[in-house]
């Protein structure tokens, strides 16, 4: 680790937020058009749908969390939920370029896998980054800038990609061009986590399994200070009312 600089790690993590990020606005950039085109559906029906999973694309995440500290750490789940967005991507493009009387059954479907699939994602990534550093290293908040440097030049890009091949091209490709986003994203999380990564996150699974023991291998077994349990009430509250 460059002591001046940041992590390779961060960069790393930065480029896969990227390509996350272009497949998931990419596919909501066309989405209500897609409703209200191919599907028929009334401005209220695609509202409500609309409304529905982008609550519940704020909701998983804290349930991703969870599963991500007491059993499978950030690493795997963040592996597991990029995979299981690439499935939901490509679904979407399939269903897109047909209709069928499956359509609307594939359509919801692909909709719960992109938002469980984010739910197990999202949270992970963005809390190893935090994980290259020490507490109170002056450079963290380099760190996470560099992450939503990514996040931004992947919700930049993508309209123009997935924006133009969905309404000219057509509704499949635009869902295509996401999941061709998405895929590249997790393909490199698995070609880079063992050299980037490594076996970071492990401590606090392995703290949360230790505990009911009594042992404390790790220092994510301390308990919450008063200052941190008002930083988690403060995020609860704010995910609420963004849901």
């Given amino acids: 680790m460059n002591k001046?600089?940041?992590?390779?790690?961060?960069?790393?993590?930065?480029?896969?937020i990227m390509?996350?990020?272009?497949?998931?606005y990419g596919m909501r950039a066309i989405l209500v058009?897609?409703?209200?085109?191919?599907?028929?559906?009334?401005?209220?029906?695609?509202?409500?749908?609309?409304?529905?999973?982008?609550?519940?694309?704020?909701?998983t995440p804290v349930i991703g969390g969870y599963i991500s500290d007491r059993y499978w750490g950030p690493?795997?789940?963040?592996?597991?939920?990029?995979?299981?967005?690439?499935i939901g991507q490509f679904l979407m493009?399939?269903?897109?370029?047909?209709?069928?009387?499956?359509?609307?059954?594939?359509?919801?479907?692909?909709?719960?896998?992109?938002a469980i699939g984010n739910g197990l994602f999202k949270p992970c990534i963005t809390s190893l980054?935090?994980?290259?550093?020490?507490p109170n290293d002056p450079r963290c908040d380099g760190g996470f800038t560099i992450l939503y440097m990514g996040v931004n030049l992947g919700a930049f890009l993508c309209p123009f990609v997935c924006g133009y091949l969905g309404e000219k091209v057509g509704w499949g490709w635009g869902f295509f061009a996401s999941g061709v986003g998405m895929l590249i994203g997790a393909i490199l999380l698995l070609w880079g986590k063992k050299k980037y990564i490594?076996?970071?996150?492990?401590?606090?699974?392995?703290?949360?399994?230790?505990?009911?023991?009594g042992t404390a291998a790790c220092d994510a077994d301390k308990p919450l200070t008063k200052?941190?349990?008002?930083?988690?009430?403060?995020?609860?509250?704010?995910?609420f009312f963004s849901i």
Wanted: charged content about 15%.
């Fill in 93 to 114: 493009s399939a269903l897109a370029f047909k209709y069928s009387s499956a359509t609307l059954m594939l359509f919801y479907t692909s909709m719960a896998f992109i």
């Fill in 33 to 59: 058009l897609f409703m209200a085109s191919f599907l028929s559906f009334s401005t209220r029906t695609l509202g409500n749908v609309y409304g529905w999973f982008t609550g519940l694309v704020y909701l």
């Fill in 198 to 213: 490594g076996n970071k996150g492990a401590c606090s699974v392995r703290a949360a399994q230790e505990k009911i023991s």
């Fill in 227 to 239: 200052e941190e349990k008002q930083k988690l009430a403060v995020i609860f509250i704010l995910t």
């Fill in 4 to 16: 001046q600089g940041h992590p390779k790690a961060v960069y790393f993590l930065s480029a896969i």
């Fill in 19 to 24: 390509w996350e990020r272009f497949s998931y």
């Fill in 75 to 86: 690493v795997k789940t963040t592996i597991l939920g990029s995979w299981v967005l690439v």
């Fill in 129 to 134: 980054v935090g994980e290259f550093y020490e």
